[in-house]
């Protein structure tokens, strides 16, 4: 028997597995489909302090190997959240959540995140600083160190779980954000979000998106997010959450041996929703393959 | 909402770059008119969403056009061939509020939903009135089809090359009917909205990533709150609709 178990900021996981946010929703989709509670845990949808409809259609268009979206963190208001969702959630679902946070000004971060808090039901809190599709917020806060640490100080001042801050690939040096972040208080780092990027539709002669850019993922963007989880590694001593593109189990072994302690899936729930499924299921037998007897003892094997 | 895998029994070329792609496997989850299936196109990272248009136990009837390099693939398909299908997806139409005479409304892509909708209120003693818009007459499919369920048919082309000369707005006028159903482009939608004398229920579409709503990528605005147009829809009802 393999162990699958691992310790993300003092809480413990049967496995690795998470969901990232904006490709689950709040969990009761994909309830449908399997028992979630299989699941080290997931990442609900990004929740902002009043509610938001979004960006305006098309949000989605393919890319090679991936997708890009731009969906602009479309969700009911954390207040919405707290009354609706998080109830919904816990007739499916009986561990920990992590609840992940975006916002347009510090006071939102930490109006947001100090409710969030709050709920029995959160087990970490993910910031998002990071997002791509909106403007005047989201990812203007994780492309600078100054601001990045800013953010974490504010939430980590009102709240007592673990905050792990989701950083941006859109910048220069990935690894003075989240050293930045650390400095401030972060309990753990995750990354990557998307990858800006666009298309065109050729007979419209228009961009594809009605937002004009959206956020690229899927297993394109792998390499990228490896090499930027390989570099936080060695910049920070909290724990990372690996993220991009990943679709298998090869995948999050991967991830884990560049210096992830948990790892997210998030495109490949949209075009499989047993994806997390069956990386759960393929695990333990490619953990044999490759000789691991237990999982946290690999994380950034490779360094 | 099922994942399964289905067999290609026929594919056949029934209107230019029109395809009516025959599968057999698992339909128990596909027994509502207007609901969609997501399938997985070898060397494509999104599924492509496509109307039913006719299932019967074992036997599922897709009708596409092929607009992109995605259903390009799907049409060189050929028998034998295997097809990932996500299956059961969307609410579908409503068949209680048809009434007796129920008039069925498709334009081009959105003729085919039309057809399952049509078998099943024939089924139920509807007296049909069904109108298949097209840009030319080369295009049109399915008349003798939705004719063999014993519905009035009214074709319109945009060029008048058959039937009547316009849209199908055109063939509306002057119609009497309980209820009506439609599904078609975007323009035409809201024509048919603007010109109808009853209530009623459109099939919308909309560029999605997953189809099942999880990453609300196709979402719009109604009178009664955000919709994924995937989930909560393709179908709306006329009185939520906000254009």
């Not at chain 1, 302690?261 to 490759?290: F, H, S, W």
């Not at chain 2, 035409?188 to 010109?195: E, N, R, T």
Request: aromatic fraction near 8%.
């Amino acid at each position: 028997m393999v162990n699958t178990s691992v310790t993300l900021c003092g809480l413990p996981m049967d496995n690795p597995i998470i969901p990232a946010s904006g490709t689950f929703g709040f969990g009761y989709e994909f309830a449908d489909w399997y028992d979630i509670n299989l699941l080290g845990t997931f990442s609900f949808k990004g929740t902002t302090r009043e509610p938001r409809y979004g960006n305006p259609t098309p949000r989605i268009a393919e890319t090679a190997s991936g997708m890009l979206n731009s969906v602009g963190l479309q969700n009911p208001g954390v207040h919405a959240v707290i009354a609706e969702e998080l109830p919904r959630l816990k007739k499916v679902f009986h561990k920990p959540v992590m609840a992940n946070v975006s916002g347009f000004s510090e006071e939102d971060y930490v109006y947001t995140c100090q409710l969030l808090d709050k709920e029995p039901q959160v087990g970490w809190l993910e910031v998002n600083i990071s997002c791509p599709n909106v403007h005047n917020g989201g990812m203007s806060f994780g492309t600078l160190p100054e601001s990045a640490m800013a953010i974490t100080k504010a939430v980590k001042a009102v709240t007592t779980k673990p905050v792990i801050m989701k950083l941006s690939p859109n910048v220069t040096d990935i690894a003075s954000i989240a050293k930045a972040c650390e400095e401030g208080g972060a309990d753990g780092i995750s990354l990557i979000n998307t990858l800006m990027g666009m298309r065109l539709d050729l007979k419209k002669r228009k961009p594809l998106l009605a937002n004009v850019t959206g956020g690229m993922s899927g297993p394109a963007v792998f390499p990228v997010a490896l090499r930027m989880v390989w570099q936080v590694y060695n910049a920070v001593s909290i724990p990372i959450v690996g993220l991009g593109g990943v679709s298998s189990a090869e995948d999050v072994i991967e991830m884990m041996l560049a210096g992830a302690t948990a790892v997210q899936v998030g495109a490949a729930n949209l075009v499989d929703p047993y994806a997390c499924k069956t990386i759960l299921e393929d695990l333990p037998r490619v953990m044999e393959q490759l000789k691991i007897d237990s999982l946290s003892e690999i994380i950034g094997g490779a360094h | 909402m099922k994942k399964s895998i289905f067999t290609l029994r026929s594919q056949n070329e029934i209107a230019p770059r029109t395809f009516e792609l025959v599968l057999n496997g698992d339909t128990d989850d596909l027994d509502k008119p207007g609901q969609f299936v997501n399938i997985r196109i070898q060397g494509y990272y999104l599924r492509r969403p496509i109307s039913v248009c006719n299932v019967t136990p074992g036997r599922l009837t897709l009708i596409y056009k092929v607009v992109g390099s995605g259903t390009e693939v799907l049409s060189r398909m050929t028998v034998g061939d295997e097809l990932e299908l996500l299956t059961g997806l969307g609410n579908g139409y409503d068949l209680t509020a048809a009434g007796d005479c129920p008039l069925l409304i498709g334009g081009g892509a959105g003729v085919p939903p039309m057809y399952l909708l049509a078998r099943k209120l024939a089924e139920a003693g509807k007296r049909l009135t069904v109108i298949l818009g097209f840009n030319t007459a080369a295009e049109v499919f399915y008349e003798d089809k939705f004719k063999a369920l014993g519905a009035k048919v009214l074709i319109t082309t945009v060029d008048g090359s058959a039937g009547i000369k316009g849209f199908v707005t055109n063939a509306m006028e002057g119609l009497d009917y309980s209820y009506f159903y439609t599904c078609g482009p975007g323009p035409m939608l809201k024509a048919v909205y603007d010109s109808s004398a009853t209530e009623g229920q459109f099939s919308f579409e909309e560029r999605m990533g997953c189809g099942f709503g999880a990453c609300v990528g196709c979402t719009c605005e109604t009178k009664y709150g955000n919709k994924r147009i995937c989930r909560d829809g393709p179908v709306l009802v006329k009185e939520e609709i906000k254009w």
